[in-house]
T-cell receptor, first 116, second 112 residues
């Protein structure tokens, strides 16, 4: 079990540029979550997938944000035309309900985005 | 979503017990109380959860008030590695199955 990994760990970009983040969940976990965390706040839910299906999107996920999980394994989160307000930590978590009781989500270390 | 209220910060001496409070006066009958913590530069990690009875695991204990309007996370002997932000979250039994709603949490500092 290598845990949830995220790439890159840090990203600095200029306003207006597009960025893409990757999340690799724990192997065979079929549920994958994206959260955003700004300084001094707790994480806020953005969206989640069960296998390749995107089941729910938060109102925080504006039209400039898109997430995919094409083969039900890794996921990408893309932000188009970045704004300074997008600067935050983007966290990925996975879990494996599979009809079983699941006590926890397992979080990755996050990708810290700074938009200049 | 039911709300929780936690102190912004707390401080503890190393190797002493720590009691982290959480108020949730609007908790519903089916809400479980979950605790996650976030160590510096890491994502959150699960600590413990419960419904009505007090719970113990290798990381901590959870004491739940009889009326369920408050709960307390207990770290029996704080270590420097316990310095983190602790989040009290209400939700269904299985926190792996649903998006988590985090508040601001309590930042715990541990003094050597």
């Amino acid at each position: 079990d290598t845990g949830v990994s995220q790439d890159p760990r840090h990203k600095i970009t200029k306003r207006g540029q597009n960025v893409t983040f990757r999340c690799d969940p724990i192997s065979e976990h079929n549920r994958l979550y994206w959260y955003r965390q700004t300084l001094g706040q707790g994480p806020e839910f953005l969206t989640y997938f069960q296998n390749e299906a995107q089941l729910e999107k938060s109102r925080l996920l504006s039209d400039r944000f898109s997430a995919e999980r094409p083969k039900g394994s890794f996921s990408t989160l893309e932000i188009q035309r970045t704004e300074q307000g997008d600067s935050a930590m983007y966290l990925c978590a996975s879990s494996s309900p599979s009809g079983r009781a699941v006590w926890t989500q397992y979080f990755g270390p996050g990708t810290r985005l700074l938009v200049l | 979503d039911a709300k929780t209220t936690q102190p912004n910060s707390m401080e503890s001496n190393e190797e002493e017990p720590v009691h982290l409070p959480c108020n949730h006066s609007t908790i519903s009958g089916t809400d479980y109380i979950h605790w996650y913590r976030q160590l510096p530069s890491q994502g959150p990690e699960y600590v413990i959860h419960g419904l009505t009875s007090n719970v113990n695991n290798r990381m901590a204990s959870l004491a739940i008030a009889e009326d369920r309007k408050s709960s307390t996370l207990i770290l029996h002997r704080a270590t420097l590695r316990d310095a983190a932000v602790y989040y009290c979250i209400l939700g269904p039994a299985y926190s792996g199955n649903t998006p988590l709603v985090f508040g601001k949490g309590t930042r715990l500092s541990v003094i050597a």
